[in-house]
């Protein structure tokens, strides 16, 4: 039974205009998002300077006046986020309390090696205590990501079969996940394999009984290619990550899907850094956040 906080996240989810902000960058991936971000290497010496430092980019970011409900409809967190506060609250509890921004926990633990043409996920041995986690703190949903390199079917079949097989033991959990089978946007095959993805997720969705789960895929070389996701009764919303792209090339491809809306991670703090003043700050995460939220209206 839905509780009233997460059927009021469902109703925004569904009805309202806007996009989610991915600020789920973890272990691997935080160094790259503090250099971006204007902050060495250098300047922490240890994992925990280096949360704490990335913590402080994220609390500077949800805090800004620039950066709520009204355009952001639900905001991606990593673990370290979700146990730690922002002015006084946990961080899921500040998001939809004071933002009414949807929280989202990313579950995965990373990818395995390449093989047939895919990375699928690691094992998540404690998947069930995160799931408690997430309940505990009154987080909507979960994100979990693998990647498609080449456009083998094998690889494929097994890269969303993994994905479906672990979205069912979130549902079970009461939350919603986000299925994301990644297409590398370099992939010498990215067509070909955007249109056996399709075909697998498909056969999934057909499988699943009352549930519904939301998917997030990299923006397809030819437009609306994912309308039939779009429009399917199985599917909450389909979102789509930057993949590398700037964020103006995501946003001008993003604004050829109808229906698809945004959910980027370095697109969306692209030139924001450490070293600007509030105002400067203020001033370049809202021109980010128009203009994802303008591409996300198609």
């Not at 004071?98 to 041995?125: S, T």
């Not at 079917?153 to 939350?175: D, R, S």
């Amino acid at each position: 039974m839905a509780s009233q906080a997460q059927q009021a996240m469902l109703d925004k989810i569904i009805t309202q205009k806007g996009f989610i902000a991915a600020l789920d960058q973890s272990g691997g991936s935080t160094p790259k998002a503090l250099k971006l971000y204007g902050i060495e290497e250098s300047e922490y010496s240890n994992d925990e300077e280096m949360f704490n430092m990335v913590h402080a980019m994220r609390t500077r970011i949800v805090t800004c006046n620039a950066f709520s409900g009204e355009r952001v409809l639900g905001a991606i967190l990593f673990e370290n986020t979700l146990d730690r506060e922002i002015e006084g609250l946990a961080s899921s509890h500040y998001l939809w309390q004071k933002k009414r921004v949807v929280p989202f926990l990313k579950v995965d633990k990373g990818l395995e090696a390449e093989a047939n043409g895919v990375q699928l996920m690691k094992p998540m041995p404690q998947l069930d205590e995160l799931l408690a986690k997430a309940n505990a703190k009154d987080v909507f949903g979960t994100k979990m990501r693998s990647v498609v390199k080449l456009a083998n079917h094998e690889g494929i079949k097994a890269i969303v079969e993994q994905q479906f097989e672990v979205g069912k033991q979130i549902l079970a959990a009461g939350l919603v996940p986000i299925i994301e089978p990644e297409v590398d946007i370099n992939s010498p095959e990215k067509a070909e394999a955007e249109a056996l993805l399709k075909l697998e997720i498909l056969t999934q969705l057909n499988l699943l009984d009352e549930e519904k789960v939301m998917l997030k895929l990299t923006i397809p070389t030819e437009a609306n290619f994912y309308k039939e996701l779009v429009d399917h009764p199985k599917v909450i919303k389909v979102v789509a990550l930057s993949g590398g792209y700037s964020r103006d090339d995501a946003n001008a491809k993003l604004a050829e899907n109808q229906g698809m809306i945004a959910s980027f991670s370095r697109a969306l703090t692209e030139g924001v850094s450490a070293q600007q003043s509030d105002e400067e700050f203020e001033a370049t995460l809202d021109k980010a956040i128009e203009g994802i939220y303008q591409a996300s209206l198609t």
